[in-house]
């Protein structure tokens, strides 16, 4: 998945203002206890992250 996508899907979800504070702010243990940020500058996949995110925050399956 590329950035921009994960992004775009963050922003379709959260709101383009909550998805970056979540990004920043919301400390996750499917992230190695990273947020969204860190673990991307960690090297994480975009595509493993919004997977995380979806598990953790319940996204609806048709939104994954």
Request: proline share 3%; net charge negative; glycine share 6%.
């Amino acid at each position: 998945m590329r950035l921009t996508i994960f992004w775009e899907r963050m922003a379709e979800h959260f709101g383009p203002a909550y998805a970056d504070s979540f990004a920043r702010d919301h400390v996750m243990s499917e992230l190695g206890g990273r947020t969204v940020h860190e673990a991307l500058a960690a090297g994480w996949d975009a595509k493993d992250v919004w997977r995380a995110v979806c598990e953790a925050m319940a996204v609806p399956e048709e939104k994954r």
